[in-house]
């Protein structure tokens, strides 16, 4: 039992889907549940408000299976969904995977990645290509399960090794994603666990269980079953290369020779 347990809690935490393209398709179609619909509605306002009144020239959402901007498209000069599978998004799709994007260093103003980490092969190297694909200064948005939290004990109940769907997603803790991203020079704004609902498919028993959500938000705030991460690429300053101006030092003559030649002329 306890050996069992151990092979799931590192399937859930650890290891992640196998075949990462099966996994977004089947998530796309986990998006379509009723869970799902309120999981996408809870996230597009934490997105709202996490880029409530900044702008920008190009937005890129590495998407995880929804295949739909999660952001008002119309604050930035265009939106870029970045996916494993073809889709029919009402906006450009680049087929790429997380830790290999197609972009130019320091092009891109924000990145907001939906659930990425939890089913990429190598989730560090898919935040360090974010990091080099942003500008200085620009924003980098981060959702994820979060393993200490009611959809993280489900996900160690049911995943299994060669499964897929929501409950074979990798569960990273969110403070390691925060070490990761100070690793990579960006500065935390936002450390946030969110959707305090617990993953049941039946929205009138969700209903219900409101009161219990409620109390679970006030005294366990740790325990939400997404996380979010908000941080921005640090610009560090530039060593002026221009020539200081010369001081005279302590035992410099005060004239120089020419005033000196002038005077004696003088006389």
Not at 12 to 27: F, I, K, S, V
Request: include cysteine; glycine fraction near 8%; hydrophobic fraction near 40%.
């Amino acid at each position: 039992m306890v050996k069992r347990l151990g092979q799931r809690y590192k399937q859930a935490y650890q290891y992640g889907p196998n075949d990462t393209r099966y996994q977004e398709l089947t998530l796309s179609q986990w998006y379509q549940t009723a869970l799902g619909q309120e999981l996408i509605e809870a996230e597009r306002a934490l997105i709202s408000r996490a880029i409530a009144g900044r702008f920008g020239a190009s937005m890129v959402q590495l998407d995880s299976g929804f295949h739909d901007i999660l952001f008002e498209q119309r604050l930035f000069g265009s939106g870029i969904i970045v996916s494993q599978l073809e889709n029919r998004a009402h906006c450009p799709v680049v087929c790429a995977k997380p830790e290999d994007l197609p972009f130019e260093p320091e092009s891109l103003d924000m990145l907001l990645m939906h659930h990425s980490l939890d089913l990429c092969e190598n989730p560090y190297q898919a935040v360090r290509e974010g990091a080099l694909a942003l500008k200085p200064g620009g924003l980098l948005i981060i959702l994820g399960f979060n393993p200490f939290s009611l959809w993280g004990l489900r996900a160690m109940i049911q995943s299994r090794a060669s499964g897929y769907g929501v409950w074979n997603s990798r569960f990273i803790r969110s403070g390691r994603v925060a070490d990761w991203m100070q690793l990579l020079n960006f500065e935390l704004e936002r450390h946030e666990k969110h959707l305090f609902e617990p993953p049941i498919n039946r929205p009138a028993w969700l209903k219900s269980l409101a009161l219990g959500e409620n109390i679970q938000r006030k005294l366990l705030p740790f325990t939400g079953g997404v996380y979010l991460l908000v941080g921005y690429k640090q610009v560090f300053g530039k060593i002026h290369t221009s020539p200081r101006p010369h001081r005279r030092g302590f035992m410099e003559p005060s004239v120089t020779a020419s005033s000196t030649i002038r005077e004696l002329n003088r006389y």
